[in-house]
């Protein structure tokens, strides 16, 4: 399976979280899935952290990449066909970074690993 990591997740398999739940937890750590971060995640990343609202052990320019490179995960460039999918989501979430990760995981063919049930609302596969 492809599974596209919200960026709450993200933070939270960093820290091992217990936040974590156990599916999410299994979900990432099989060998069998592939496991993607969004740029846009490390954009929302990098802009709460400037904002003073996401303290993090070193700059986010550091911090992404090695703990991105360390739990192994793939970057998702974001692409102007998945930024497109934009027009064709309902108005059920106002938070711009999850509706493009919305977006990049219909493109993908991703499920999103997600809290959030906001996002369960949309035509895209999630696992919490």
């Not at 999410?24 to 490390?42: C, E, L, P």
């Not at 999850?98 to 696992?127: E, F, K, N």
Request: hydrophobic share 40%; charged share 25%.
């Amino acid at each position: 399976m492809r599974l596209l990591l919200d960026t709450c997740t993200f933070l939270w398999i960093v820290a091992d979280d217990p936040a974590l739940s156990d599916k999410a937890r299994q979900a990432f750590t099989d060998a069998a899935n592939d496991v993607f971060f969004s740029a846009v995640s490390a954009w929302e990343i990098a802009i709460k952290h400037r904002l003073g609202k996401l303290p993090l052990p070193q700059p986010p320019e550091e911090f992404v990449p090695e703990y991105r490179s360390r739990h192994q995960i793939s970057p998702l460039a974001l692409e102007e066909e998945a930024a497109l999918q934009l027009s064709r989501l309902p108005p059920h979430h106002r938070d711009p970074f999850d509706r493009m990760l919305i977006c990049q995981a219909i493109h993908h063919g991703c499920a999103i690993l997600s809290p959030d049930p906001d996002i369960r609302r949309y035509p895209v596969r999630t696992l919490w």
